[in-house]
């Protein structure tokens, strides 16, 4: 400590006084699954009213049309929630994008639906880490900013979106749209670690659904004049997991599809997630898809649509993601947090916003772990440490003037 300017210690000291294991508590009481759209408006509103505090107008967007191959192989629309949405001071010449999911991946009847202390000083619940966590930390951050008086010549733009869990489909285009011209973004995952190490680079991921038509034939009078749609999406799945290797992780999760044991099956649904290390490996899997769905329709006779896309990109770490690690790690040594940061295999916003050319610290939330999991916990002594660090990081990025 003691490298810090009196505003600045003036802000960091506001922004943990803010009341953020209120607000975590209060949030994680309510359900908002990804799928839960109900939940998702109840949180949605509790947002806009909180960060109305912030300059600018808070919006609540709706999602872009998304929609999904069924076990029938045919397209369905799928419902997400509305996205929170706020410019403030759009005219500044330096633009920042902040971000957050307001989603959880506890569903309406998962058991795991309620707070509870596991001991002192950790609190275990729904999203407290993953990331309601974090939405408070980013809100002290801003007030606390704004409290001093703003920075005049820094505006933002803070997106929260209620699809995260589930790939962001509905909410990608406003993140990128915000994401456009900005200087840097912080989202606000839970940090990879629970000593608070950041998440540095980060493969990609596609989701994909291979649609399998062949032609049915009785298994034993005329079995040759069938077209097996099991087989070829078994062969699809071998030939694409044939070249799994360190920097592209290749998993076919399902096959759906036959009938009877005395029918050749027709129809088949593959359904395969890839996970490309960088824009290479990702291109390859992209010829890759192509090449081998070719090759199967070919040899086995049959029909393939592919349906899906690489949703989130490789996020390597470029010169500029250094640059910007670097000042959040000196903004924490010079509160007394060692910061440190490593390479994962999880994915999330943070992709797509590097993929636009945006240096991104995307695990700017809380201290916790076993997210995902009805184990979840959050560090609480955290929200005021990831608070006065986002508030700094965010001082010292307006100090830089343009
Ligand atoms: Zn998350």
């Known amino acids: 400590m003691g490298s810090l300017a009196s505003t600045e210690q003036e802000t960091v000291e506001r922004a943990a006084a803010e009341p953020l294991l209120d607000q975590v508590e209060a949030w994680a009481a309510v359900n908002s699954g990804s799928r839960n759209l109900a939940g998702l408006a109840t949180m949605a509103g509790l947002l806009a009213d909180e960060f109305s505090a912030l300059p600018g107008e808070v919006s609540l967007v709706e999602p872009a049309p998304v929609d999904a191959v069924d076990g029938s192989g045919r397209l369905v629309p799928v419902e997400h929630g509305r996205n929170l949405h706020l410019k403030v001071r759009p005219e500044a010449p330096l633009q920042l994008l902040l971000t957050g999911h307001m989603d959880t991946v506890f569903d309406a009847d998962h058991p795991f639906q309620a707070t509870r202390w596991l001991e002192d000083g950790v609190l275990g619940g729904p999203g407290v880490a993953d990331m309601k966590g974090g939405i408070a930390v980013m809100l002290a951050a801003l007030k606390a900013v704004e ?58 991921s596609g989701n994909f659904s291979f649609v399998v038509r062949g032609r049915s034939a009785h298994a034993g009078r005329n079995p040759e004049e069938g077209r097996n749609a099991v087989l070829a999406a078994a062969d699809l799945a071998l030939r694409l997991a044939a070249v799994i290797s360190p920097t592209l992780k290749v998993n076919p999760a399902r096959i759906e599809g036959g009938g009877p044991n005395n029918v050749v099956p027709d129809f088949a649904i593959l359904r395969v997630n890839l996970r490309p290390a960088t824009p290479e490996d990702e291109f390859r899997a992209r010829t890759l898809i192509e090449s081998s769905a070719a090759t199967v329709a070919g040899e086995h006779d049959v029909a393939i649509d592919v349906h899906g896309g690489f949703g989130r990109p490789p996020k390597p770490m470029t010169t500029e993601a250094e640059a910007l690690f670097t000042l959040v790690r000196k903004a924490g040594a ?4 060692p910061i440190g940061w490593k390479a994962t295999g999880g994915v999330c916003d943070g992709n797509n916003i590097a993929a636009c050319g945006v240096p991104v610290v995307d695990t700017m939330g809380v201290r916790g772990g076993k997210i995902h999991s009805a184990e ?14 986002s508030a700094l990081t965010v001082l010292r990025l307006a100090s830089e003037r343009p």
Request: hydrophobic content about 40%; overall charge negative; glycine content about 16%.
């Open 334 to 337: 010079d509160l007394g947090q």
């Open 376 to 389: 979840e916990y959050m560090i609480v002594d955290s929200l005021k440490e990831r608070a006065a660090l």
């Open 147 to 204: 409290a001093g008086g703003g920075v005049p010549h820094l505006g933002y733009e803070v997106v929260i979106n209620s699809d995260e869990e589930v790939g962001s489909p509905g909410s990608a285009s406003l993140i990128a749209a915000a994401a456009g011209g900005k200087r840097a973004a912080l989202t606000y995952e839970p940090a990879a670690l629970p000593d608070g190490t950041l998440a540095g680079a980060r493969p990609g």
